[in-house]
């Protein structure tokens, strides 16, 4: 006999909100409403989407007693939506970060323990299937022993100085921006494919704009002229250099105002006996070196390994990107709930750990000195 269909809530109705939504039909869920930050906007939403519920509280919410909660509203939401649904015993998916200090994240990583409650992050990157093929080949010793860990994740959105977004304001993102928005991805995603730890960083950090148009409710928004100015405290930039529990040395460039790149996660892994790289804008294939040569691999659910081919959704030859990615996370999210296991599930104890990097490297930026990573 088959399960019953999830009843899920969508928290949030902006750009992110749509992946969920359409990650969460894809994963045979039945939507039962939308909470926005009005009941005008969740009426707007349900409509757009199709859907009953439009919600005017998170309390109406737990009332309706869903199985999962999506929560996608912007950052200073995240605890207390989050810590309010475990404790009322739902399970939760949580945009990062998961908090807005590493307080709050361990809180709520450590609330969902004690309610043995399901609760994901969508560090989706982890779910290209080339990059569980990299991490395969690496695990079978094909790499060898890592010598060194390098990339980026570079992007453009705020190049413009008129750019604006609630991102922008440490009140409602958080006191880092580019890397708690991406830098997060790129370690989250390094640390789970090499199996290392960064245990220690050196990092330093740039504002491209000393003062920007104040932000919308939008997460990316371009501001009219002649709009109220605020001064800029978060980093568009970040450059850091780690040092992992093995020894090894990994080094990342973080910016959101690279001119032309859109989403540029980067890695190359050197080892012992080959190198490996994945670029996220070039998703179907990966780059294998040795000393006497390098192959390119394609995404092939025939040829590539049981963990790359599972997350294989087309044929070879037909792209798969980031929205299969989401779609796969949600996927195993909720097969998590009917109680399966997954390889590879991104948990809050994987978001309390990526805000414990965050917090280190802000701190190193400000003590302009190596710090431990706790």
């Not at 453009?156 to 997060?184: E, H, N, Q, T, Y």
């Not at 104040?214 to 605020?230: K, N, T, V």
């Amino acid at each position: 006999m088959s399960s019953p269909r999830l009843r899920v809530v969508i928290a949030g109705t902006g750009m992110i909100s749509e992946l969920h939504r359409r990650a969460a039909v894809l994963g045979g869920a039945e939507i039962i409403g939308v909470l926005g930050s009005s009941l005008e906007r969740s009426r707007d939403a349900a409509t757009r989407w199709g859907i009953a519920g439009a919600y005017a509280s998170l309390d109406e919410v737990i009332e309706a007693k869903p199985d999962v909660v999506h929560v996608c509203t912007p950052n200073q939401f995240h605890y207390a939506y989050s810590m309010a649904l475990l404790a009322a015993g739902i399970n939760v998916v949580c945009e990062k970060p998961l908090g807005l200090t590493l307080a709050e994240a361990r809180e709520m990583d450590e609330a969902a323990t004690a309610a043995n409650l399901v609760a994901t992050v969508p560090f989706v990157y982890r779910f290209h299937p080339l990059v569980r093929e990299i991490r395969a080949r690496r695990i079978a010793g094909e790499l060898g022993d890592l010598n060194l860990i390098h990339g980026s994740y570079l992007q453009d959105w705020m190049l413009s100085p008129s750019a604006a977004s609630w991102r922008v304001d440490p009140k409602a993102g958080g006191a880092s921006r580019a890397f708690a928005d991406i830098g997060s991805h790129w370690c989250d995603l390094v640390e789970w494919v090499t199996g290392q730890r960064f245990v220690e960083v050196s990092a330093a950090t740039s504002i491209a704009y000393a003062q920007r148009p104040a932000g919308s409710a939008a997460a990316f928004s371009s501001a009219a002229a002649g709009s109220e100015m605020i001064d800029v405290t978060t980093e568009d930039i970040a450059v850091a250099q780690f040092r992992t529990d093995a020894g090894i040395l990994a080094s990342t460039t973080i910016s959101q105002v690279a001119g032309g790149r859109k989403n540029r996660l980067w890695f190359e892994l050197d080892g012992s006996r080959g190198s490996a790289v994945f670029d996220q804008e070039n998703p179907e294939s990966v780059w294998f070196g040795s000393s006497t040569g390098s192959t390119t691999v394609v995404r092939d659910p025939g040829a590539n390994s049981p963990d790359a081919a599972r997350l294989s959704s087309l044929p070879a030859g037909h792209a798969q990107g980031y929205a299969y990615c989401f779609e796969a996370f949600v996927a195993d999210t909720y097969a998590a709930v009917r109680g399966e296991e997954r390889d590879g599930l991104p948990t809050f104890t994987d978001g309390a750990r990526s805000a414990a990097i965050v917090d280190a490297v802000l701190a190193s930026a400000s003590q302009r000195a190596w710090t431990p990573i706790v």
